[in-house]
């Protein structure tokens, strides 16, 4: 089993519908989740990261861990057509374990 | 500050030629990764480098070697070409390689490989 798994998608939504975007994972001492984030055709760049007890909110994005169900979320609010990417969870285990753990991304679509 | 460069941005190779995907940061930092991007199978780490002069394998390292030139460049090389590497490669670097530390990506290689 991969330890972090993701539901591919692909994910369509009409312009300004809440968005929940899901991943899983398996090894309870993993310590940061994070949110990437690729247009297409672009490298990933990091939305946002949450500390493995924590929900964190910017903006319209808000990134939540449920540790009891190894469940971590991110929720876009008020979609916009800008918002269609390739969304990728990710985690690594903190302290001095600097590699990454990706999740296969799912593809989101908002349309106007 | 350009942030992390690729070279080239596209490649196609025959099956059993070498090449050489080059990658730079202006960023100061200490540790880069070579990914690979497939579709269905996300991004997987093929080699990364904690510090100038460490290298460490990753997820999927057969076919590939790397070299960290300095602290600005990590290079990844294929020996022998195969179909099966066809893919987009992706560079990234962070600062301190310790907690929840922000990795920056380049723009990707294309490869195909025929």
């Known amino acids: 089993q991969k330890e972090v798994e993701q539901d591919p998608g692909p994910l369509s939504v009409p312009e300004g519908a809440i968005v929940s975007l899901n991943c899983t994972y398996s090894?309870?001492?993993?310590?940061?989740f994070m949110w990437y984030r690729q247009y297409s055709r672009k490298g990933p760049e990091l939305l946002m990261y949450t500390y493995s007890s924590g929900n964190k909110e910017d903006g319209r994005f808000t990134a939540q861990v449920d540790k009891s169900s190894k469940y971590i979320s991110l929720f876009i609010r008020d979609s916009q057509p800008s918002d269609s990417a390739t969304y990728l969870c990710a985690r690594n285990s903190g302290g001095s374990n600097y590699k990454l753990t990706f999740g296969k991304g799912t593809l989101l679509t908002v349309n106007p | 500050n350009a942030g992390v460069t690729q070279t080239p941005k596209f490649q196609v190779l025959k099956t059993g030629q070498s090449m050489t995907l080059q990658c730079a940061q202006d960023m100061n930092h200490n540790s880069m990764y070579w990914y690979r991007q497939d579709p269905g199978m996300g991004l997987r780490l093929i080699y990364y480098?904690?510090?100038?002069?460490?290298?460490d394998k990753g997820e999927v390292p057969n076919g590939y070697n790397v070299s960290r030139l300095n602290k600005r460049e990590f290079s990844l090389r294929l020996e022998s070409a195969a179909p099966s590497q066809t893919s987009v490669y992706f560079c990234?670097?962070?600062?301190?390689?310790?907690?929840?530390?922000?990795?920056?990506f380049g723009p990707g290689t294309r490869l195909t490989v025929t």
């Open positions: 480098s904690a510090s100038e002069g460490t290298t």
């Open positions: 990234a670097s962070s600062s301190r390689g310790t907690g929840a530390d922000e990795q920056y």
């Open positions: 090894n309870s001492a993993f310590q940061y």
